[in-house]
């Protein structure tokens, strides 16, 4: 079965760092672009960050730009996203997801980052 | 920057139909994709490339997209369906998310 667990979310004060990570398990990521996507408490969901399959076209909000970085490990079929200068609106639950035909068909259960000081 | 617009709730009895917006400027010229997300669960993908559902979702999820608008419609809405719901659309590399819609079945 296709399996996508994140993990590294924490409690981390303003201004901190963050790195949070998705394993996949079942399929092998190389031969997919990569996708995380947040949900504040209680909001709706916000696209964070692509990436392709070899690391070549990596996208960002605006929100984050500048601050998060994606990247992936394949032969761990793994994908990272490194969270810099972190703000109290980066407050969220981080999911990884894949996408197939422009949908995003599979995300893991997700990561909780709580940014407070 | 390209924005997806949804109502924040809907209401349907049990049996009959709900029918959920999505409006964004030529969104009829994208496709336009739609998730559901229960209570402390992750979004799942319900509606993708306008009209087509995935393995597993039932018949009675359907979606089309024209002009402005796109429309997820629940037929024989069942309690079960009881959800937040999300549209979705791709605006050049970037991934635009609705506001998403409360469906309540009451």
């Known amino acids: 079965d296709v399996q996508l667990v994140e993990s590294g979310g924490d409690l981390v004060k303003p201004g901190g760092s963050l790195r949070v990570s998705c394993a996949a398990s079942g399929f092998t990521i190389s031969g997919y672009s990569m996708h995380w996507v947040r949900q504040a408490p209680g909001k709706g969901l916000e696209w964070v960050s692509s990436i392709s399959t070899s690391s070549t076209y990596i996208y960002y909000a605006d929100s984050v730009k500048g601050r998060f970085t994606v990247s992936r490990d394949n032969a761990k079929n793994s994908v990272f996203l490194q969270m810099n200068s972190l703000r109290a609106e980066d407050t969220a639950v981080y999911y990884c997801?894949?996408?197939?035909?422009?949908?995003?068909?599979?995300w893991g259960q997700g990561t909780l980052v709580t940014v407070s000081s | 920057s390209y924005a997806l617009t949804q109502p924040p709730s809907v209401s349907v009895s049990p049996g009959q139909t709900a029918s959920i917006t999505c409006s964004g400027d030529?969104?009829?010229?994208?496709?336009a994709y739609w998730y559901q997300q229960r209570p402390g669960q992750s979004p799942v993908l319900v509606i993708y490339?306008?009209?087509k559902r995935p393995s597993g979702i039932p018949e009675r999820f359907s979606g089309s997209n024209s002009g402005n608008t796109a429309t997820l419609t629940i037929s024989g809405t069942q309690a079960m369906d009881e959800a937040d719901f999300y549209c979705q659309a791709w605006d050049n590399d970037a991934v635009i998310f609705g506001g998403g819609t409360k469906l309540t079945v009451l």
């Open positions: 030529k969104l009829g010229d994208k496709s």
């Open positions: 490339q306008d009209t």
């Open positions: 997801a894949t996408v197939t035909d422009g949908g995003f068909d599979y």
